[in-house]
Every structure is written in structure tokens, then in C-alpha cells.
């Protein structure tokens, strides 16, 4: 098979009932932190056995251990804690919609491995590489609070020591594809753009493993084509939620010849799930500009917020589409 | 030398004090209770956070907006000309708010602020100064399907919000206050905003004040003083190069300055001596007796118990300087 419209998925996938039942309790402290351990791994199981049936390329391992993609990392119930960090109080996002953010109250030091052990417990159980996830120096600070560094800059660049030593320990334990995701890059375009990149190529310099990253929901056309200059081999980006519009800058800017493009092409805030027709459709948008080796469809973003027969359904009708186009181009 | 707030206050408390505002909006939205029980609850919670800023020792409050769920849709519900659409981030934050799309032509539909004021100040010791997002603000967070023409949307804007300002100083606001921060992304609607708070504060004669936030104050500068209100508000903490902005240009005698000098935005608490000597730094360029010290923006971004020790920590650096400096409250 030629390393052509691969399939993989973005991150996350929804918990079953049980486990929001277990990790509810777990907070409350009337569950012990072992029984928790064997259901994370139990539901993890069951997304391993669902992307080996649906047929994805290359797996994720699903977060069933993770709340939040920053407070996972510093406290919250269940979670790891980068030194340096704690959950502080509730804040409001939007809505109804609370979350407690974190914060930066010392020097940010590695803890040692945070997802090692989940990372290989996924790979022991399948023949199909699975992806090591982590969040980004940038969006970690920008989505924590900092009572500890004099400046942004500071803690982020700290933060890019601690993630570049998690990185390294997977890159140990085998991992060949790391995907390190920076929602929150484009945050300040101006001010801090260049800054969040060079924090990432501290995170993965010199370091023999293949990057991709995940960059969702805002202002790309203000990072288009700086965005070019992160340190990976693949940017995955939201396709389908934003009408395939991303390929207008694609057209004013091409795409580089030694990068991979994520596609995002099924919808993960929306119910409804795609036709294969209309998947296809969008694969056939982005193939008129770049050639299928450079090319890999996935999920927009992570699943965790559809049900889990929503989230299956979604990753369904994405393999039968590139399969579709797979054999429309002679690539089988 | 007074305190005062700039805008929202969290809703909920953290554990152990129950979440009720976040409950009842979810009971509400799963039809278990009426919009009059989710409306006492806010006027509860109302309560409690005038309570707070009260005992936190702030001389000017607000009732902490706890009914509006952004900034924008609060006034946008309830004007006519407003659909509701999909979340958009607010700025540089990490919260978001959903964003309001013009199809009709904006007209005012009957008074909502000046119910909320006057609860929140029958039940305050304190003057509550009211509220409200302005017209370039909403303007540009809004998407504009049906003037398409920026002027004319702010200007309808403008006119719609009018009877609300002149209502809220006939029912006797000490001040009311317009929030701007988006004037300071789109310097060439100064001109326009000028129009636009004429509109709006014709024949109001009680304190007015226009607020920014976030943004740097450089390419609207001096411009801002000549607006028609008594108060501007500028953000020093988000971008400290606003501090050396104020120092280059003389400050008008008839006007004042509300200084943000404790960061709404990071629970890291500013130590007294750092509230006196901004102060102290302000107290060059602004006599004592025109300034408002507050916070850099609306409290929401912290949790509510930060929210709270920053105003405390606000009103004690307050009072340290007035005993330093020598002035009055």
C-alpha cells in the first residue's frame, strides 16, 4: 500500500457511561484511583477494537484518562501534574460552560512520563501504530494562568523543555508519530506567533520521530502562510466545519511539497453524520491542489463531544470515502 | 481617588458553596423550572455579588452583570433587527460568546437595563453604575446582514440605545458607563463613536464614562479625551506600553481617568506597594481627585473567589495611597 490518503482521527473519543460515572466518583474520592485505571483501560480498548473494525490507518489512543487537553496535565482528578502547575477555580468559557483553569505558580519542571504508560498500553494491544498526543507549550500557557513568570514568553518557552522531555520518553517507548496540538496558536497572530513557533521547534528539535499537529476553530488566514514554518511533518486542520474555505489560502499560497496535509473532513459539532458522497466530494476539493501522498483525512477535531455511535459512524463513512477514492485513482 | 469595577463578575462560586446560577440555568434549559424561578435566582446571586464588592470595599459598583451571558447578546435580545448565531471567540480570550447577526433594522423595544439598576441599587449601600455595550463595539462583533454599511448599522445602534441611556439617568444612575473595546481594534471609528455617544447621552446629565480594554490605546490617542464623556477607561495592565501613551499627552481638566491597574485577566495578586506606586505613577499625569482606580477589565475571567480578593486588594492599595499621597477618598 503507497503512503497515500491515510486515515487517522484527531484525538479524542466520547467516554462511555461507565467511565463518566467512574471519574465523577473518583473526583468525589469514593473510587479507588486503580479501579479508575481499569475502566480508562477498558474503554480504550473498546476505541482500539472500533478503529481496527471501521479500518483507520493509524490509531489515537481515544484521552478516556483526560478531562481537558491543558488541565489533564496540571491536576485535574485523574490527571498528571507538570511541576510548577495547579487547577485553579471555575471559569466561565462560554454559556453555561465552566472549567477549571489552571495555573502556573512555579518553575515548570517535567514530572516524569505523563503519557507513556497509556501510550503503550494502546500500542501492546494493536499492530496498527498509534499516535502519542500531547498539548503544546503555547496553548498550555495560554490557556493556564501564569503567577510565576515575568512574561508570556518565559513560561512558554519553560513549558517547551517540559513537553520536549515527554516527547523524548514516548520517542523511547517506540512511539513513531507524535501529535502535538496547538489550538490556541493563533491566539495573538501578531504578538506571539513567531514565538509559539519557535517554542515548538524547541520542543522537537533534533528529535527522530514524526510531528503532526492540530491547529482548530480560528483566524488561519492570519497564520496562512506562517503556519508553514512549524517544525512537523503533518498541520491538521478543520476542513469540513469551515466549507473546505482553507483552500482558498492553499491557492494563494502552495502548499509545500515536504508537508502533509491533515484534512479534516467530517464534522465533530454536528449530529448529522456525512454521506460517503460528500466526504468524497471534499477529498476531490483538496486532491485538485495537492497530490494524494500528501494528503491524510481525519475527523475535524477531536470526537469526544458526539456519542459514541455518532463518532464510529463518522470514522465509518471517512474510510469508505478515501477507500472510494483510493480506487478512483488507482492507488489499491 | 475612587474604586470601582469595570464590568462582570463571575456567576458561580467555587466548593463548597453551591454553583446555584449554574444549576438553575441548566434546570431552566432542561425545562424544569419557569424563566420567573431562573429570574429569582438572578436576582439572588445579583445580591450576593453586590454583597461581595461591597465587603470587598469598592465605593462604585455594579450588579456584576450577572444576567447577561456575554457582552453582546444581553443588549442584542433584546433590541429588535438581532438573530442569534454560533460561537465566536471573544478576542484574545479563551471564552467565547455567540455571535449576533443583523437582519432587521435595529429599533429600541422598552427598558431592560433600567430594571436591573434599579434592583441593584435598592439593594446596595453603594452607587451602582450602570452598564452598557456600545454601538462601534457591537457593531463590530455583530455580523451585519442588512445595512451592510457599517455607519448606518452604528448609527441605528446609536439611536436605538438612546432612550435606554436617558432612562437609566431619569431613573437617577449616578453614572453610566459604554464599553468600547472594540474602538481600539478600529481607530477610524473614533470619529463615528463621537457621532454616536451624542446620539446616545443627548440631554443625559449624569456622570458618563466610555471603557477599553485589552488593547493598546496608541492609535486612538489623544483622540479619546475628546469624546462627550466625563470618565475614560484604559487598560494599563494588558499593555503596559498605554502607561508611557498617557505620560506623552496632557490630560484634559474636564476630563477623568478610570486606570486599570489590577489585571482582571491572571490570578496572580498584585502586592500593595505595586498598587501604590501605580498610583503614585498615575498622580503625575492625572490629579488624584479625577481618577477611578479599578480593574483591568470585567472579573470574569478569574474564579470568583480571586475575583474578590483583587477588588479587596484594589481598595486596600487604594488606601494606602490616598494615606501616602495625601488625598482624599
Redesign the interface.
Known amino acids: 500500500m503507497e503512503m497515500a490518503l491515510l486515515t487517522s482521527a484527531v484525538g479524542s473519543y466520547p467516554k462511555p457511561d461507565y467511565l463518566v460515572r467512574a471519574r465523577n466518583a473518583y473526583a468525589q474520592g469514593k473510587l479507588e484511583l486503580q479501579e479508575l485505571r481499569k475502566l480508562e483501560r477498558q474503554a480504550t480498548e473498546y476505541w482500539v477494537r472500533v478503529q481496527e473494525r471501521v479500518g483507520l490507518d493509524v490509531l489515537v489512543h481515544g484521552e478516556q484518562e483526560r478531562g481537558d487537553m491543558v488541565a489533564y496535565f496540571s491536576g485535574e482528578p485523574g490527571g498528571v501534574v507538570i511541576e510548577g502547575m495547579r487547577l485553579?477555580?471555575?471559569?466561565?468559557?462560554?454559556?453555561?460552560r465552566?472549567y477549571h483553569?489552571p495555573?502556573i505558580e512555579g518553575k515548570l519542571r517535567w514530572p516524569g512520563p505523563m503519557t507513556v504508560d497509556m501510550w503503550r498500553f494502546t500500542q501492546s494491544l494493536t499492530d496498527r501504530p498509534v499516535k502519542g498526543m500531547l498539548t503544546g507549550p503555547y496553548t498550555m500557557v495560554?490557556?493556564s494562568?501564569?503567577?510565576y513568570y515575568p512574561t508570556r514568553e518565559d513560561a512558554v518557552m519553560d513549558m517547551a523543555l517540559v513537553i520536549r522531555e515527554e516527547v523524548k520518553a514516548l520517542v523511547a517507548a517506540g512511539c513513531r508519530y507524535i501529535q502535538i496540538d496547538e489550538p490556541?496558536i493563533h491566539?495573538?497572530p501578531e504578538d506571539d506567533f513567531a514565538m509559539a513557533v519557535e517554542a515548538f521547534r524547541r520542543v522537537v528539535e533534533g528529535i527522530d520521530c514524526e510531528f503532526h499537529t492540530h491547529i482548530c476553530y480560528?483566524p488561519i488566514e492570519k497564520i496562512y502562510p506562517g503556519m508553514l514554518e512549524l517544525p512537523v511533518k503533518q498541520i491538521h486542520l478543520a476542513f469540513k466545519n469551515t466549507g473546505f474555505q482553507y483552500l482558498k489560502l492553499l491557492e494563494e499560497h502552495p502548499w509545500p511539497a515536504d508537508k502533509v496535509l491533515g484534512v479534516g473532513v467530517t464534522d465533530v459539532h454536528n449530529h448529522k453524520i456525512e454521506s460517503v458522497e460528500e466526504v468524497v466530494e471534499g477529498l476531490r476539493l483538496v486532491l485538485k491542489l495537492l497530490p494524494p501522498h500528501q494528503v491524510w483525512a481525519l475527523p475535524d477535531c477531536g470526537l469526544k463531544t458526539r456519542t459514541p455511535e455518532e463518532a464510529e459512524g463518522k470514522l465509518r463513512v471517512m474510510v469508505e470515502a478515501v477507500r472510494q477514492v483510493r480506487r478512483e485513482l488507482g492507488l489499491d | 481617588m475612587l474604586t470601582t469595577v469595570v464590568g462582570h463578575y463571575p456567576k458561580i462560586p467555587n466548593r463548597p458553596r453551591p454553583a446555584r446560577l449554574r444549576q438553575a440555568i441548566a434546570r431552566y434549559e432542561r425545562g424544569e423550572i419557569t424563566r420567573e424561578e431562573l429570574a429569582r435566582i438572578e436576582d439572588e446571586v445579583t445580591l450576593e455579588v453586590i454583597q461581595e464588592q461591597v465587603e470587598a470595599g469598592i465605593d462604585i459598583i455594579s450588579d456584576g452583570q450577572i444576567r447577561w451571558e456575554d457582552d453582546q447578546t444581553y443588549i442584542a435580545r433584546r433590541l429588535s433587527g438581532f438573530e442569534i448565531n454560533g460561537l465566536v471567540r471573544y478576542l484574545d480570550t479563551n471564552t467565547y460568546f455567540r455571535q449576533p447577526v443583523v437582519v432587521g433594522d435595529v429599533r429600541y423595544q422598552g427598558p431592560f437595563l433600567v430594571q436591573d439598576w434599579r434592583f441593584a441599587q435598592d439593594h446596595s449601600p453603594r452607587p451602582v453604575k450602570a452598564i452598557l455595550t456600545g454601538p462601534i463595539t457591537l457593531a463590530r462583533l455583530s455580523q451585519d446582514e442588512h445595512y451592510r454599511h457599517h455607519e448606518r448599522l452604528v448609527m441605528a445602534l446609536a439611536e436605538a440605545l438612546a432612550p435606554e441611556v436617558q432612562a437609566l439617568a431619569q431613573a437617577g444612575a449616578p453614572l453610566v458607563q459604554v464599553n468600547e473595546p472594540l474602538v481600539l481594534w478600529h481607530p477610524e471609528d473614533v470619529p463615528l463613536l463621537r457621532r454616536a455617544l451624542e446620539t446616545m447621552l443627548a440631554g443625559v446629565t449624569c456622570e458618563t464614562a466610555l471603557y477599553t480594554w485589552f488593547g493598546s490605546i496608541e492609535r486612538v490617542y489623544p483622540q479619546l479625551l475628546e469624546l462627550p464623556v466625563d470618565t475614560i477607561g484604559v487598560d494599563l495592565v494588558s499593555q503596559p506600553r498605554n502607561w508611557q501613551v498617557l505620560g506623552q499627552h496632557p490630560f484634559p481638566a474636564s476630563k477623568k481617568l478610570g486606570a486599570g491597574i489590577v489585571d482582571g485577566r491572571n490570578t496572580r495578586m498584585e502586592p500593595v506597594e505595586e498598587i501604590v506606586a501605580a498610583v503614585r505613577h498615575l498622580s503625575r499625569i492625572v490629579p488624584p481627585d479625577r481618577l477611578y482606580l479599578n480593574p483591568s477589565c470585567g472579573l470574569e475571567y478569574l474564579p470568583r473567589e480571586v475575583a474578590q480578593a483583587k477588588l479587596r486588594r484594589l481598595a486596600e492599595g487604594a488606601a494606602a495611597a490616598r494615606q501616602q499621597l495625601g488625598v482624599e477618598a
Open positions: 485553579g477555580g471555575l471559569v466561565r468559557s462560554y454559556g453555561n465552566y483553569k495555573i495560554e490557556w494562568f501564569n503567577e490556541a491566539t495573538r480560528g
